[in-house]
């Protein structure tokens, strides 16, 4: 009898001791906001007779960061802000009808659907870009340069095919294919 009974009084103090421990919540998940002033997405177009390069500035947009992963995010490019290795002639044809049209599609966006880690610092990242009102899917691999408690840097490389977007001036002459590079800060 004085077994059962001091099991059921240790059980009660267990019990007791457990529910005024508090409960670990899992972190939430964080948001950086990009560093317009730093981030840029840069890109190398092709032709038969050579190549040109140039930027766009990143206008806005969040980063989402889980227990010290990147999660998700969104951000704007600024394509009234290109700049071409050629100057003011080429910037005018990439702005006018033939390529971006930015009297009428002055931004893209790209929003990330899905994040996949593949190693510690490097992830498969899956999202949406937006340009001239048209949705495609991309996919890339990122380097994820640096992410603590006040900033975020991750930078990606990678190939498009841009008459999925209706930029098809030239075909034939121009290369489909545009190599990107994505370098996107972020700060909390």
């Given at each position: 009898?004085?077994?059962?009974l001091?099991?059921?009084?240790f ?17 939430a ?6 560093a ?12 038969k007779?050579?190549?040109?390069n ?34 003011e ?22 929003e ?22 048209v ?28 008459t ?14 545009v ?10």
């Open positions: 009898m004085k077994k059962i001091l099991s059921i009084v059980t009660a103090a267990l019990a007791s001791l457990y529910s005024f421990t508090p409960i670990k919540k899992a972190n998940a964080v948001t950086y906001t990009v317009t002033d730093a981030s840029k997405v840069e890109f190398i177009g092709s032709k007779a050579g190549y040109h140039g930027s766009f500035a990143v206008k806005g947009g969040t980063i989402s960061v889980d227990n010290g992963k990147l999660t998700g995010g969104k951000f704007v490019i600024d394509l009234a802000s290109v700049k071409a290795d050629a100057g002639k080429l910037e005018g044809h990439l702005k006018s009808p033939d390529f971006f049209d930015v009297a009428k599609f002055a931004e893209a966006t790209y990330i659907t899905a994040v996949n880690y593949t190693s510690a610092t490097t992830a498969d990242i899956t999202g949406n870009l937006s340009l001239k009102g949705t495609v899917p991309v996919k890339f691999s990122t380097v994820i340069r640096n992410i603590d408690d006040k900033k975020f840097f991750a930078q990606a490389n990678f190939s498009i095919d841009r999925l977007w209706a930029l098809n001036y030239g075909i034939g002459m121009v290369s489909n294919d190599q990107v590079a994505v370098f996107l800060f972020a700060n909390k």
